[in-house]
């Protein structure tokens, strides 16, 4: 942080940030300055994360830049809470962005059910002690996060004889392989059809306290303004840059994590017995799509959510099913959209519960690639933790 960072609660709550010299506002409402010692920070207790107002769908707000551009933040949506910003980066930050990411080198992208090991849970959710073509797709898709249609679970069948009378219903006695076994086949299956797996893309990170690149610096600067959150918390953030090809996409998820009680927030590269917490998403478009490539929020506008529903549905089905979405938005080079995925908790005035309707993910690609990046806002649930990383930074030369 450069000079005074302040922090003063508002009728509303929620902290804005501000760099003014208001002597009386800072004597009220607490601050944090660097000094030679590190960050130091009074009334600690009034500090709260910010969640903009997003008023009404449609609703705009006009905001001036580090570069002298004016920008529009638009609401596309009020549940969740969705913002639009149309040119938030240049063409050259978009190039940039692709060019150092493939300096890097892109691996596949993997999700967190991809990396864990998990066990099989045979998903009989009638308790007959059989298994249907819809409770073996979704024993597939909760075990190895891939999604089966009926011809795939069939062709299953008939490749490991596990359907003699070919009713397509699986019985104790059928099943006579082992998870072993069963992995194997699947795992030789996605590799003829890999937009099979939930997750169809290629990724590479960069991480802002790491990092000196200027026009890396020169976009946490202006995200930090635009969220109203201080610059130091962004620097702790992470962020991914992802290319999808044809028939690339991310069937629908949440970027953060339940609240599980004494399950502690992941640290970076440290992800055992622990959970993702990411406050908000910041998405940014790359390049143009010849054709296809939306975001899609299913959940979104919805009165309530079921997930049990959801998933025989296929809710999640976004390869498939991304026209369903009740909230699609067309990607498109230089754009950002931004939400929040928890809630503020009102009594600490830091992250809070996850927002369930923040489910969304990358519709696939039909024509042409699609670049991206991902630049997730993370935060504890413990204001002090974050505070402590906070003032440990060194200052952005």
Not at 30 to 57: F, H, P, S
Not at 99 to 116: D, F, N, P, R, Y
Not at 382 to 397: F, G, I, N, T, V
Request: aromatic content about 10%; charged content about 30%.
């Amino acid at each position: 942080m450069q000079g005074f960072l302040k922090f003063f609660v508002t009728i509303n709550v929620f902290l804005t940030i501000y760099c003014d010299n208001d002597q009386q506002r800072k004597e009220e409402h607490g601050y944090c300055e660097k000094t030679d010692d590190g960050v130091t920070c009074d009334n600690d207790d009034n500090l709260r994360l910010t969640r903009l107002d997003g008023g009404q769908i449609g609703d705009v707000r006009t905001f001036t830049v580090d570069d002298g551009r004016k920008l529009e933040m638009k609401t596309l949506n009020t549940k969740p809470l969705v913002f639009e910003i149309e040119d938030f980066l240049t063409d050259k930050e978009c190039d940039h962005f692709i060019k150092v990411a493939k300096e890097i080198g892109l691996e596949s992208s993997q999700t967190e059910k991809q990396s864990a090991k998990r066990g099989l849970q045979l998903m009989d959710l009638d308790s007959d002690k059989a298994l249907s073509l819809t409770e073996m797709k979704l024993t597939i898709e909760n075990g190895y996060d891939m999604y089966f249609d009926d011809e795939d679970v069939i062709e299953m069948y008939k490749e490991l004889k596990l359907d003699p009378n070919n009713d397509n219903i699986i019985t104790q006695e059928e099943l006579t392989i082992s998870p072993k076994e069963l992995a194997n086949y699947l795992n030789g299956y996605i590799k003829k059809h890999p937009e099979k797996h939930s997750r169809y893309s290629r990724q590479a990170w960069l991480y802002p306290d790491q990092s000196t690149d200027t026009v890396f610096q020169k976009v946490q600067k202006r995200v930090s303004k635009v969220v109203e959150l201080p610059l130091d918390l962004i620097r702790l953030s992470d962020f991914q840059v992802v290319t999808y090809g044809v028939k690339g996409h991310y069937n629908a998820h949440l970027d953060s994590s339940k609240i599980r009680e004494g399950v502690r927030c992941c640290d970076r590269g440290k992800y055992s017995n622990c959970r993702i917490c990411r406050y908000m998403t910041v998405l940014f478009y790359l390049n143009e799509v010849t054709s296809g490539g939306e975001t899609a929020f299913p959940f979104a506008n919805k009165d309530s959510i079921n997930e049990t529903e959801a998933h025989l549905e296929r809710v999640h089905h976004l390869y498939k099913n991304c026209e369903d979405a009740s909230l699609r938005v067309s990607a498109k080079k230089r754009k950002a959209i931004i939400w929040y995925n928890h809630v503020i908790d009102e009594e600490t005035g830091w992250m809070g519960d996850v927002d369930e309707f923040t489910l969304h993910g990358g519709c696939p690609v039909t024509e042409g690639e699609k670049w991206i990046a991902n630049f997730w806002i993370k935060t504890n649930n413990d204001k002090s933790l974050d505070l402590e990383k906070m003032k440990k930074l060194p200052s952005l030369k």
